[in-house]
């Protein structure tokens, strides 16, 4: 019998030898079936494999049946901010480090489960996953990471035959385990766990871990601990601007859900916004609107100053107190960037770059049509004859009273001007730029529906996977 080659993989043992301070571990579920509805052959690529020699068995063995897991599997324990409260009683509920392996580029990357049952902290759940939360994470992913968001993505999705009771789905509904792909399994709470047990020890412990294997270049710096908290800054202050301008809104910006690899994963009740509404929730018992879109960047600033507390046991204050004083140039800089390249432009000088942004926000919050429409309509229509007559910007929008018509207009000029001032070897790459970030497919509420029903009445696929390979396209 060939080896499974999921099984055979070079796992390395980097977290586990930090000790049972920072884990437990535990076993696997038994599931009664094991379908397998999603497999991510570019990871496969990633980790050295032929996707061609990976059958679905082997995805069903080491990721459903968890047959003979190469390394012992590791429930982290971990605490967190929740909804702005401390909350003590958390911990992989549902999951656990499958194992790390290195990728084909150098790093290391973690898999996780989600849905492969109880733990020491699953705190009376059933340890489980639906069906429809793991379809929702793989496309969330896989739709981040097209637009270029440093994201975590789905290795698998496997459906495992148990019927779940749920109260935000329709009851009973069907149960998965998944396993995500990922920069690192630690998260802001692992550190706010230590702090709370007064651990300094192992806060310093983890944080060598954490520099040695994914800011390596900081090592041989003696003030590596203050240059770390430094461009963990910088590295979420970016991350927020990529989901600002994706028009993404997580939903639940705890502190547990915050890595320290300055990654975005875990993808509950996340939405894209129909619109540019700063007050839009993706969560519906978010009733206070705290992690609504607009509130995303001070929410992810306050996550990065109450990280502050067990840091500041190896760090000194005024370093931490520096660093974070830093966020808001660092996400202004990056969300001004990110939204230049959805219009197409590499860099323009600061004040163009501003006034362009402004007016472009300006008219998508007023006008209040489909934000993602509005990119790929110009992406589509992009034409060097714009340079002949303003009025070819895109098309006209419909029912436009005196304010909106101003703003729309003052927008084409402004679009307009910048082009003007482009050199030849300029224009010619704006195609390119507006379709890396603006051609796939929207995953608004109603297409992620639209793909999930016909999966719980006919157990028809075809929906999710022409949604995929849009997304993907």
Known sequence: MTANPLLTLPYEPALEQLG????????????????????????????????KTVQDQDFIAAFGQFDNPPRPLLALRYHGYQFGEYNAFLGDGRGFLYGQVRGTDGELYDFGTKGSGRTPYSRGGDGRLTLKGG???????????????????????????????????????RSSVMVRFSRSHIRFGTFERLHRLDRKDLIAILLDHVI????????????????????????????????????????VLNTDNMSMTGESFDYGPYAFIPTLDPRFTAAYFDYSGRYSYGNQPAICRWNLEMLQAPMSRVIAFSDLEAALAKFEECYDRAYRQQMLSKLGF??????????LLKSTLQFLHVSQIDYHDFFRQL????????????????LEVQDMDDQLANLWNTWKITYFNQLLNLPASELEQMPDRLSAYNSSTAL???????????????????QFNQLLEQIRA
């Not at 990871?43 to 032929?50: E, F, Q, V």
């Not at 789905?154 to 009771?165: A, D, P, R």
């Not at 203050?226 to 997580?250: K, P």
């Open 20 to 51: 049972d301070d920072y884990y437990d571990v535990v076993s696997a579920a038994q599931f009664p079936t094991h379908i397998l509805r999603f497999r991510n052959d570019d990871l496969l690529s990633l980790l050295g494999l032929d996707p």
């Open 346 to 355: 590499d860099q323009l000088p600061l004040p163009d770059a501003e006034a």
């Open 135 to 173: 379809v929702r994470e793989v496309l969330a992913a896989e739709a981040l990471h097209r637009v270029k968001v440093r994201t975590s993505r789905c290795l698998s999705l496997i459906e495992t035959g148990e019927s779940l009771w749920r109260g935000d789905e329709p009851s009973p509904t």
């Open 444 to 462: 608004l509420r109603p297409a992620i529906e639209a793909a999930w029903e016909p999966i719980t009445q006919q157990d028809d696929w075809s």
């Open 379 to 394: 992406t589509q229509q992009f034409s060097v004859a714009w340079q002949e007559d303003v009025n070819a910007i895109l």
């Open 212 to 251: 040695e294997h994914y800011y390596p270049q900081l090592q041989p710096q003696p003030d590596r601990y203050a240059l770390f908290y430094a461009e963990l800054v910088e590295r979420v202050a970016t991350l927020v601007a990529q989901w600002m301008a994706a028009g993404f809104c997580h939903g």
